[in-house]
């Protein structure tokens, strides 16, 4: 079984999916760039829907805060990070 489909057994297909994604992409760049974003990988394509556009971003942001890297070179995950902590119920205390 390859690690792809053990992942997937394990964890589910879209979790399987956003972790190959962020594996695979050219990051940041690609999740800072758009929806509609189409990334060729070996025989097929993937396109990004913007719900999975939005997990990547939070998952870029949390990745590059955690590496000390500079969420202001990349406004379209920084806005992504700052609507989701907004969202929060306790974000007043985070912001």
Known sequence: M?????VKAVF????EKLAWLFGSLYRPFV???GTDFLKKFKSSSHLIDPAELKRLRLM????LLEQKGH???WPNI???LLDHLKSLPLSAGLL
């Open 31 to 33: 999740i800072e760039h």
């Open 2 to 6: 390859s690690s792809r489909r053990r």
């Open 12 to 15: 589910g297909e879209d979790v």
């Open 60 to 63: 870029e942001a949390a990745n």
């Open 78 to 80: 920084r806005k992504t």
């Open 71 to 73: 969420l202001r070179l």
